[in-house]
């Protein structure tokens, strides 16, 4: 019902009259001209493209991705033992391969114990001697027995005929053992001196140089640092959309940018269990053989799913 705030008296006829008409009016022609104009635009506007498949969805999510080739393992070279530097035989960036002596302790004193032991496990000539020394005693109680029954040699005397050979025998075990402790000994200073040494865990590059020769060395101290570029691993992270689509042992194409370029397959190796909630990202790891250490770590890639 139409309402009007005029008072009574003071409203015109011909005033109401228009008012009303015009309400009237503007329904009528109105309504069917923006009907027009919502359904002209519903049809000219596209449909929102939705990925009907999976590789739809890993390709549209390509495009964010975020892809990072990283060293495979970052290690800070130390020593197992105290003791200061003697040589170290690497530099910044030398290309190192795993179990190559890097870097050795002093270990002069060692060494000379270790020739020690070494002469008193290879030289028989200490149980070759107690064992003819043995066998003679041997021989002679068996005399002294024999002579002993035809009542020609005294029982006493038979008795430390006895004792000597049994005295003889005992040398010659005593002489067995040490040269079998010798040779022991000479795996225990082995052993030491390969603890002074520093080798390679991996092949890699040397990236860095933190101890020189005549420093002083602890297990607590880092003596050089080294990267593990073959194989590269590559850190890759997709949107969460993609996440059900992602399988272990996909194969994956990656990409290092310029001036690196180049394409390579691999297979994805890692798919992290964790979405991050504030960002809606999840990684995956793939690991690129780099033989010829062509591919520099650090350098940031694009990825590709093949068909």
């Known amino acids: 019902m139409y309402r009007h705030n005029c008072r009574p008296m003071r409203c015109q006829p011909g005033a109401l009259a228009l008012s009303v008409a015009l309400l009237l009016a503007v329904p009528a022609a109105g309504v069917p001209h923006a009907l027009a104009q919502v359904r002209s635009k519903a049809e000219a506007a596209p449909a929102a493209s939705v990925p009907a498949t999976a590789e739809a969805v890993l390709q549209a999510t390509t495009a964010r991705a975020s892809c990072l080739i990283e060293a495979n393992s970052v290690i800070k070279l130390s020593s197992a033992t105290q003791g200061v530097l003697s040589r170290v035989d690497i530099n910044r960036g030398d290309v ?3 179990g190559q002596m890097v870097a050795q302790l002093e270990s002069d004193v060692e060494i000379a114990q270790l020739a020690a032991a070494k ?7 200490i149980v070759k001697s107690r064992r003819a020394e043995a066998e003679f005693n ?11 029954q035809k009542q020609i ?7 430390e005929n006895e004792t000597q050979a049994a005295m003889a025998r005992f040398a010659l075990d005593q002489a067995i053992f040490e040269q079998k402790v010798a040779a022991i000994e000479v795996e225990r200073l082995t052993a030491i001196i390969e603890r002074r040494r520093i ?4 092949s890699g590059v040397v990236t860095r140089i933190d101890l020189h020769p005549g ?9 050089a640092t080294m990267a593990e570029n073959r194989p590269l691993r590559v850190e890759i992270y997709l949107p969460a959309e993609a996440y059900p689509h992602i399988k272990v042992g996909m194969r994956i194409e990656v990409r290092p940018r310029e001036p690196i370029g180049g ?3 691999t297979e994805i190796l890692v798919r992290d269990p964790v979405i991050d909630s504030a960002s809606g990202l999840f990684q995956i790891q793939a690991r690129l053989a780099n033989a010829d250490g062509a591919i520099p770590a650090g350098i940031r890639c694009t990825i590709s799913f093949p068909k």
């Open 96 to 98: 190192v391969q795993a």
């Open 119 to 125: 002469l008193r496990s290879d030289t028989d000539a």
């Open 138 to 148: 041997k021989t002679r109680a068996g005399r002294s027995r024999e002579l002993m």
């Open 153 to 159: 040699v005294a029982p006493q005397k038979h008795e």
């Open 199 to 202: 080798r390679a865990p991996v």
């Open 215 to 223: 420093e002083y060395a602890d297990p607590a101290q880092s003596i």
């Open 263 to 265: 394409s390579y397959v």
